[in-house]
């Protein structure tokens, strides 16, 4: 059973577009996150919900629109696509200030 | 406001031989501390975290890691490097600043050599 699944794995697009990134978790956690993964690999926090509560939001454009529709799903839209919005992202479940679970990544490149 | 430093940006071990990945990380209060393990392609995997307690804790894959509080660190070992190893390994700090936070290190990447 996978505990943090996110689709599409892959996601190629032209700059100007509108796209999605949905994620699930079935580990019944409470928060959940969406990370941006740059090509240096480095790890960057956007997002985190709590029981669908938006609870941290970082310096991110507000392009990004993350949504909570219950608490075993956080979906991320994109408006507007740009290229350095080339990345890989992550979602993430935790309970409380426990370890967080990793879902596999959505490779995002905009052309 | 809370920082990890991953001092070495990639290292190289033999196979067999002995690790130690730096992780140095500021936060005034007592951190929750982590450290996470990416595979090629893959997301990351928790190998191990400091709460509280025995400074020196035990995680899965035969790694271990040692709190120092006087010398802000949250270094990783393992004592025979197995090929499988190669991967990039996240420290982190958690904190709970108005919703629970992790801050990631930059990451140190690890070539195992035959």
């Known amino acids: 059973d996978t505990a943090v699944s996110q689709t599409p794995k892959y996601l190629v697009t032209q700059m100007g577009n509108d796209k999605s990134i949905k994620c699930e978790q079935n580990l019944g956690h409470d928060t959940m996150y969406w990370y941006k993964q740059d090509s240096k690999k480095f790890l960057k926090i956007m997002f985190s919900?709590?029981?669908?509560?938006?609870?941290i939001n970082e310096t991110v454009p507000n392009r990004f629109s993350p949504k909570s529709p219950d608490k075993a799903h956080l979906n991320l839209h994109i408006n507007s696509l740009e290229l350095g919005d080339s990345a890989v992202y992550f979602c993430?479940?935790?309970?409380?200030?426990?370890?967080?679970?990793f879902g596999p990544g959505t490779r995002l490149t905009v052309l | 406001a809370q920082s990890v430093t991953q001092p070495d940006i990639h290292i190289t071990v033999s196979e067999g031989a002995s690790l130690e990945l730096r992780c140095n990380y500021s936060y005034g209060a007592t951190p929750y501390l982590f450290w996470y393990v990416q595979s090629p392609g893959q997301g990351l995997q928790l190998l191990l975290k400091?709460?509280?307690?025995?400074?020196l804790v035990q995680g899965i894959k035969g790694f271990e890691a040692e709190f120092k509080r006087s010398q802000s660190s949250f270094n990783l070992r393992k004592p025979s490097v197995h090929w499988s190893d190669a991967a990039e390994y996240f420290c982190?700090?958690?904190?709970?600043?108005?919703?629970?936070?992790?801050?990631f290190g930059a990451g140190t990447r690890l070539f195992v050599k035959a």
């Open positions: 919900y709590n029981n669908k509560e938006l609870i």
């Open positions: 400091y709460f509280s307690g025995d400074t």
């Open positions: 982190a700090v958690g904190a709970n600043t108005g919703g629970f936070k992790t801050i």
């Open positions: 993430a479940s935790s309970q409380d200030v426990e370890e967080q679970f």
